[in-house]
């Protein structure tokens, strides 16, 4: 490969011309198919046992995600004006393309089951708005009387009622997320407010502000990382070649996922700021051994050396962008398709940038020459030299002191990081303070829940099992427990409701047949009456036609992993009951497969860490032929990714699809500066014969490089505290902390293992 790249600057413009027309093509694939991936279940591995089993539930129950809209008047529902907006809006959207008509809920289209002198009957609220206070004291009666809709569909308060509208599946756009908000804005007046909420709205805004997020910190990272690389290298010859290498690595990457179809997740709107932070390490590394050539041979011409720096530093450069691929790579062991597809292309990008940071630096130095080196430069070099000496002098002199520390670090890292939960919300992403976090705590604190958590109870055949009283006994006494236990749980809702409405209405009323009633022939009498009177597929969201699968749905208030455990581990001490009566249990929805996303993620997260260490360990063992250095490169990335997590506990941080992040980029960056480290004290080694003298050396050349990319990479990912997205904020924050601790870790810690070591010294000296 060095013969390669010498032979290349023979001919410098052929590579800066190749480079700008691969860059034309990918542009044009990018701008003609990038797409933002709106759909959350396409998050998830469709050939997951979980998943598969709730798609099939979800078809046999109908279940699918709802767009929530409340209408709000603070002086009472129950006036023509609201009612009227109520019957408008909900017919409007019984008319979209994307919403099949029965199943949009509301109250103008729920069922009011009541008691008359034939029996029973099933009405309607009322078919024309109510205008006269008579019609709509009635309508209020009727509601308070009819507990499946008081607190479901009318507030307590009544002051709310809601429009649940489930939407097909696959139809939701952009386009229909902008339709939707703008009809909710259409019926709004001074007296009548519209919420929307539910998971397509969260789908849509992160849809929208995903690819805005990247639009708005692409150009702020740009101007942070160029200012800091000027500072750095004081050319701006030398900043705009670094900065183009960057440049054209983020747009191969996009370019590559356009080309081959695949979508951009939100987490994807991070790899520009990624690229951009890790890319300009090689330039730094480069440009920072030319200036220490130029110090040393003023007189040299700009061919000598260029070869000069190629012949030095492409074997680390190359080490340095394989081990931080492999950290990005080690992703693939994740299910979750946002981490797995940000891993694959983050890792083309940085192997793109080390391509490139060989091929079009050495080719714009011969092009337009080498960076003048001034007077004070070449004395800020000597000093930089001699403080970086005398440091690493003091390091080893009070090595005690960096193992000590080191060893604290460790122990109070692993006690924070027994703290560490997951969050499988997709709303956390947000601010608090967010109009859509906002709205779906209003709708929360007014009805069951925006979140559904659907059990599926089967009685592996056996024709009306859901008939029994018994059975349905302990499904109404599952359901009330939850309810009254835990906070979280607003409502709950299956065929056990449908039946204590019925034994009530038939009894005059009377709340003390608010129940099951006992007999198997009563129910099934309930049941036919109902499938007379009403609309019989009413019934299908709750039961299967033979009364085999019965369908339980939890509203729940938060979508967090906390929450949904929390109802789960009340579920579930009723598995031994329902066995008994030969039923199992199993869950479906986008609640539980939310939760099954968290376990993916930490089982993810494990494997990746794992195999990312064990992946570097035998890479650095066989560069430096030594599996004595393997170990003690990777001792500053595992310190870094134990305080990193340890961090994260104290601070309640939780792993999410982007903190999740965290350990790969910490040990795919990290290892940079334990590669370049390690090869210069090698080659140091070699020279001297002395250990002192060594790491001396060592930490004037490398020490002083690796700064300068801890600063500038440290200050790249500080951008993502401009995140719209809280995670990435929280991200940008934790990576920078790692970088800080990589970098300290290896010019402390590693440096004194190299030492005790004696890693590649035959004789302590």
Known sequence: MEKLLKKSLNLPWLSIVLTIVLSVVFFYFMSQNSQMETNLDKYMPQDHPAFIYSDQAEEWFGINDGIIVAIENKNGIYNAATIDTLKQLTKVLQKMDEIVKADVTSLYTADNIVGDEEGMDVKSFFKRAPKSDEKLKELQQ????????????????????????????????????????????SFQTDDIKIHVAGRPIVEGTMALLGPADMKRMVPIVLLVITIVLYIMLRSIRSTLLTMAVVFFSTLWTFGLMAMINIPIYAVSTMIPVMLIAIGVADGIHLYSHLQLFQRKNPDAGKKEAVTDMIKNMWSPVVMTSITTAVGFISLLTSQVYPIKYFGIFTAFGVLVAMILSLVI???????????????????????????????ASK????????????????????????????????????ERDSEIVLTDQFINSHFGGTTSLNLILDADGKKDTFKNPEVLLLVDKMQNQLENDLEVVGTSFSLADYINRMNKVMNADDEAFNTIPDSQNMVAQYLLLYEMSGDPENLNKVVDYDYEKLNVTFQLKSDNSKAINSALDIINTYEDDFLEMGISMKYAGSGYKGLIFTDLILEGQIMSLILSIIIVVVLLSFMFKSIKAGVIGAVPILITALISFGVMGFLDIPLSTTTALLSSIAIGIGIDYAVHFIEQYRVNALKTGDKILTAQKTMAHSGRAILFNAIVVIAGFLVLLFSVFPPNRELGALVSLNMFTSFIGTLTIMLVLLNVSNLYFKKSK
């Open 395 to 430: 390091v080893i002199r009070y090595k005690s002191v960096s193992i000590f520390t080191t060893a604290a670090i460790i122990i109070l890292s692993i006690f924070g990081m027994q703290k560490i939960w997951i969050n499988s919300s997709f709303l956390d992403k947000f």
């Open 142 to 185: 009727n509601v308070r009387n009819n507990e499946m809709v008081y607190g479901r569909l009318v507030s307590t308060d009544e002051t709310v009622t809601v429009i649940i509208a489930e939407i097909r599946d696959d139809v939701f756009t952009q386009e229909f997320y902008n339709e939707i908000l703008e009809l909710a804005g």
């Open 361 to 391: 630096i050495p080719a714009g130095i011969m092009i337009f020459g080498l960076p003048k080196l001034k007077k004070a430069e070449k004395k800020k070099i000597s000093n930089d030299s001699t403080f970086f000496q005398s440091y």
